[in-house]
């Protein structure tokens, strides 16, 4: 399967404790971008990344989120001490390294995260 | 603020029927308008993408429409089947070549 991936799909977490979510991107593809999908909305940008590199983290919130994209292995969406309304639909999307970005971009699954 | 603004929130359509969604824009940092297709459980896929050098696509049952000067664009859906039944999503790159800008969603029902 040579699609976007996330693990995992289902996550629930208690308030207060700790948040990891994966995504590996399509292969070669270097550009990872986060984005959250709350209950009736469409999809927020979060973060985009390269290898090492945050590129944009314009839409995540200022505390508790982090994410990173390291030189071996998946992406990582952090959210530290959860809370009910970190409850939702987190996607990954990926896309080539030419071309244009925004044309190649792959949704995985998702990851839905549900705050108890 | 919602930059991409996505019309109605839901319909339902007989089978064979038209859907019609529309979205409106303010403003791009360039032309290029995709939709995206989602079933329950899933990711958004991309359906169709039109990068105005014409006013309109189409592909297979799916026909982007595309109004520059009124700054927005639609997608029809000809003899719609119940597997079309999912939401759909526009979207726009409002601010640069890389983030997009999703609308609110429109959940179609086709009723067999």
């Known amino acids: 399967n040579a699609g976007v991936m996330q693990n995992p799909r289902h996550l629930v977490r208690r308030r207060g404790q700790e948040a990891r979510l994966r995504c590996s991107p399509m292969k070669g593809h270097s550009h990872v971008y986060w984005y959250r999908q709350l209950p009736e909305e469409g999809l927020k940008f979060m973060v985009y990344l390269q290898k090492e590199n945050i590129i944009d983290e314009s839409g995540m919130p200022k505390e508790r989120f982090s994410a990173e994209f390291p030189k071996e292995g998946p992406s990582i969406l952090r959210i530290q001490q959860v809370v009910r309304g970190d409850s939702a639909a987190y996607f990954c999307?990926?896309?080539?390294?030419?071309?244009?970005?925004?044309?190649?971009?792959?949704f995985g699954s998702g990851t839905r995260l549900t705050v108890v | 603020q919602q930059q991409v603004k996505q019309s109605p929130q839901s319909l339902i359509v007989q089978k064979g029927g038209i859907s019609i969604i529309n979205c409106a824009y303010e403003?791009?940092?360039?032309?290029?308008f995709p939709w995206y297709q989602q079933f329950p459980g899933k990711g958004p896929a991309l359906l169709i993408a039109i990068r105005p050098d014409v006013s309109e696509k189409k592909e297979g049952r799916f026909t982007i429409s595309f109004n520059k000067s009124a700054k927005q664009f639609s997608l029809h859906i000809m003899d719609s089947q119940p597997g079309d039944s999912a939401t759909y999503f526009c979207a726009a790159p409002i601010v640069n070549d890389y983030k997009l800008s999703f609308g609110a969603g429109t959940t179609v029902t086709v009723r067999a």
């Open positions: 403003n791009t940092a360039f032309d290029y």
């Open positions: 999307a990926s896309s080539p390294e030419t071309g244009g970005y925004i044309y190649g971009y792959t």
